[in-house]
């Protein structure tokens, strides 16, 4: 098998995507993205709706072709080596990919031989990820009997059959209650912790808090932010001070006390919850705060710091809520809402 030389030499690249575009009419579904997944690691692909996250997945699985750009997975090229590349990846994909018809375990074992495995080998691989997916029970009932929470965790054993060394989540767990998604989540990093690279797709900021490193916004076939987690949560606004006084009929007091201080952004604090949020720009700016309520003697209860949320992150990256695309063209999830 001939590597592509195009990777870093260095090798700590798994996922690499240059200039991708794809159109679909006169809908650009990606519209030259670039990014990298380094070995090991999760990348989060972050959008709304119609943002292009399943274009891109297609692609990296060798699904559809790319009108332009380059894509390399583990060495081998999208467009050139499609065999070779599907044999070292993993695919869940965003709707359930088994047949629901057949039990768990004959799921697995059927793609087992799909990709070669011989009998006692695909045998003993299906029982090891039924175990491991915490399905040895169910293992004998058709998937029609499945929660969703089983199905998922069925997919997942799925695409990991084949030992993949880059595995794609679509939304892993768009429409699954937070208990469910807990323990996909926990089978995901179970995942990346044995060494596998993950590239997945999310609308769930929470989600990608969770799982990935590093972060990529796409809206409208288009990178429009990406860097590690907490920097780009940096980037778009700094801390936000939370003050919860032990008498709540203290709060209109301590925000005046702070407004008379006449401090950068203290126009900005809120009072909600029960809480007094205050921004904060600067380091210095927390002392201050601090300093003055405690000296104008306020009971304080809490006191704490915290981020802005990607969410906020993603009004700020993209000036509006995550939104669906508006050329009238449906998107996965509206296609979806109209089967259901
Ligand atoms: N097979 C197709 N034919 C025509 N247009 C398509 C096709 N697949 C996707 N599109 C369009 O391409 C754009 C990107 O769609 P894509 O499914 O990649 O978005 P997505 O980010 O996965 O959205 P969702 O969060 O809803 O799954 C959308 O405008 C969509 O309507
Ligand atoms: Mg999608």
Redesign the pocket.
């Known amino acids: 098998m001939t590597r592509i030389d195009t990777i870093p030499a260095d090798g700590t690249t798994a996922v690499t995507v240059r200039g991708l575009v794809k159109h679909?009419?006169a809908?650009k579904?990606?519209d030259g993205v670039d990014l990298d997944v380094r070995e090991g690691t999760v990348l989060g692909v972050l959008?709304?709706?119609?943002?292009?996250?399943?274009?891109?997945?297609?692609c990296l699985s060798t699904l559809i072709l790319p009108d332009a750009g380059t894509a390399v997975v583990a060495g081998f090229d999208v467009v050139k080596q499609p065999r070779q590349l599907r044999r070292t990846i993993g695919l869940t994909g965003?709707y359930a990919s088994v047949d629901e018809k057949l039990a768990g375990w004959e799921n697995l074992y059927m793609i087992g031989r799909l990709l070669d495995l011989p009998r006692p080998a695909a045998r003993k691989r299906a029982d090891e990820l039924l175990e491991r997916f915490s399905l040895t029970e169910a293992a004998k009932k058709p998937v029609l009997q499945y929660s969703g929470g089983m199905r998922r965790r069925l997919d997942l054993a799925a695409s990991m059959i084949g030992q993949p060394a880059v595995l794609y989540l679509?939304?892993p767990t768009t429409g699954l209650d937070p208990r469910t998604r807990n323990e996909v989540w926990a089978e995901v990093k179970r995942m990346v912790a044995d060494g596998v690279t993950v590239l997945l797709?999310t609308?769930y900021m929470e989600e990608a808090e969770q799982l990935a490193s590093e972060l990529t916004v796409?809206d409208r076939?288009r990178v429009v932010a990406g860097g590690k987690v907490d920097e780009l949560k940096a980037k778009v606004g700094g801390r936000t001070l939370e003050i919860r006084p032990s008498d709540p009929g203290q709060l209109p007091e301590m925000a005046r006390a702070l407004s008379e201080t006449g401090l950068d952004g203290i126009a900005g604090s809120q009072i909600h919850d029960g809480m007094l949020f205050v921004p904060i720009l600067a380091d210095v700016q927390l002392t201050a705060v601090i300093g003055l309520l405690g000296g104008r003697g306020f009971d304080i209860a809490h006191i704490g710091t915290h981020l802005p949320s990607l969410d906020e992150v993603f009004l700020a990256i993209t000036g509006e809520k995550a939104s669906?695309?508006s050329?009238g063209?449906?998107?996965?999830?509206?296609l979806k809402g109209a089967a259901a």
């Open positions: 679909y009419g809908t579904a990606l959008g709304p709706n119609g943002a292009g996250k399943t274009t891109l997945v297609r965003q679509d939304e797709t609308q796409i076939g669906e695309q050329d063209t449906p998107t996965d999830a509206q």
